[in-house]
Structure formats: structure tokens, C-alpha cells
């Protein structure tokens, strides 16, 4: 099994100078936990996770007031907390090799690449279904 036939195409992706705080509402909107990272020229320079976001944001503790606060959180873009080397892989990749990349890595996503442009994110959401998937089969065939 292939990346390609598992991966997310056609990702929801942000800019790098998109402040945190947007970006954190587009993570929450979509329901995703990471977002490649493009500059003004759409080619990938970086990979943000909600983690990332969270780290960067203020404590609840903060003695800042709200308006001081949004005016932080505004100046703080997602270049300035982004993982800028980006592990890819491509849509041929097994399945297979890219769990490995990931559990080597202590990551929970791939951007996916084709000829240097991204097509889709493969993540670790998604092989937990292939695997679902592969079992399910076992078990019709088994049973």
C-alpha cells in the first residue's frame, strides 16, 4: 500500500507569516493538528503543529492585559515557531517506510511531495485506518 492511495490530497495549508493566533483558529476550524507551511511563492518551507502554537502562546497566568495580549499574539507569526526541516515523502512511499520515518522521528505527519510540489499530507491518523483497514480483511478472510 501506497501513500498516495491513503494520504490526505490537497492539504490545508498556511502562510508563513500568518500569525499564530489565525493560525491556531484554522488548526481548530478544520479540526487538524499540524499545517505545512508555505511562503509567498507556494513552495514548502515548514511544517507547524498545534503543539508548536500552544508552546508559543501566552500562559492563562500571564499578568499581560487582553489588549497587550493581542497585540503579541499578532506579532508572532508561524515562521518563527514552524519545524523549517520538513521530513517529505512522495506519493510512492509505502505506507510501510513512512510509519518508520515517522516513529524515528517522533513525528505525526508527512507532507507529501511531487516533483518538489505538495499533493497531500499523509498522517499518523491516517495509518491507524489503513491498519483498521487491513484488519478488517484479515478478519472477513479469517472468519
Known sequence: MLVGEKMAKDPIVIRDDTPI???????????????????????????VSERDLLFASPSPATTLSIYELHYLMSRITVADVMTAEVITVTEDTSLKEAARIMADNRIGGLPVERKGELVGIITETDLFKAFLEILEVQEVGGA
Open 21 to 47: 493566533d489565525r493560525a491556531l483558529k484554522i488548526m481548530r476550524d478544520n479540526k487538524v493538528r499540524r499545517l505545512p507551511v508555505l511562503n509567498d511563492k507556494s513552495a514548502l518551507v515548514g511544517i
